[in-house]
């Protein structure tokens, strides 16, 4: 009897061999948030992957993988959030040759995919002669400025207005609020004047919208970055799907999204010189040189920042 349920078990998985070759390879899904990537960039994605919507937790070292991710596309403010040793790393893969010096220190976290300064967006103002990030503070701005949400950048543009201290109360009393979400439609409804805004939301409106005026400041901006991340024992990741966002025609729709790979300037240029407003999405070199990255602050820096902050509010 041992031996013909073993002959019978013998028979039944040869015949259900071929079904199983036939069936398709399970699919790997890439998580963002909403809104994130660009709609051009998620149709060009290779078979046996799919795109889905997923809204991150609050940044903390103890968030998990998602389950259904073999990748997972984030904000630097996110990314970087993340334990390096809990990631996948990207050397060795043939991707890092083309980037620019600014991107490779992220390369810890993920590989960047998109990148860009933060502006200050004017609505119904024509553009100022000075270029400079004391315009937050003009005395017309007062309850009209919408902020970005992330004390943090906040932070950032109060150091760029001189002493902190001094400077981040006086900002905060300019805002009407502090939204990522949201600023972009308060501004078009006109209930605010101004706002600070990513290029990638920016750029594409110039293009479209003539009551928008945009600032990039001589003195530089903070940038911000889209970063992919891979889990330590993830699939491999899609090579060609990612070398193809640096090339034509993929490349083109991407920068008219205002969505900036961070490669080498010639491996843009062609691209962008049709655009207009290109120069707010890849600043000059002189100027990208005092843009600079927000890293991760240490346990110290967090808890002066903290403190800095509560001081400050109105």
Known sequence: MRSLLSRRRVLLLAALAPLAACRPPRRQTLLAPPGLLPRPLLRSLPDGWVAADWSPPEPQRSAGWPATAGLLALPDGWATAWEVSRLGGWSGLDLEADLLPQALPLLRWGLPLAFGPWLIVLRDRPAPTDRDW????????????????A??????????????????????????????????????????????????????????DPRLRAVLPVSGSPLWWTLLLRPPQG??????????????????????????????????AASLAALPGSELQLPPDDLLSRCRTLAPLTPAQRTAAEALWRASAP
Request: hydrophobic letters at 45%; zero cysteines.
């Open 134 to 149: 004391s315009l937050l503070l003009d005395p017309a701005l007062r309850g009209r400025l919408l902020l970005p949400a």
């Open 151 to 208: 004390p943090r950048l906040v932070l950032d543009l109060a150091e760029r207005l001189g002493d902190p201290a001094r400077s981040l109360p006086l900002l905060r009393r300019q805002a009407l609020g502090f939204s990522d979400r949201d600023a972009l439609t308060l501004l078009l409804q006109g209930e605010a004047d101004a706002a600070v805004l990513p290029s990638q939301v920016v750029v594409p409106l110039l293009r479209r």
């Open 235 to 268: 699939p491999p990741p899609p090579l060609a799907w990612l070398q193809q966002q640096r090339r034509p025609p993929l490349l083109a729709q991407l920068l008219r999204a205002g969505f900036t790979p961070p490669v080498r300037r010639d491996l843009l």
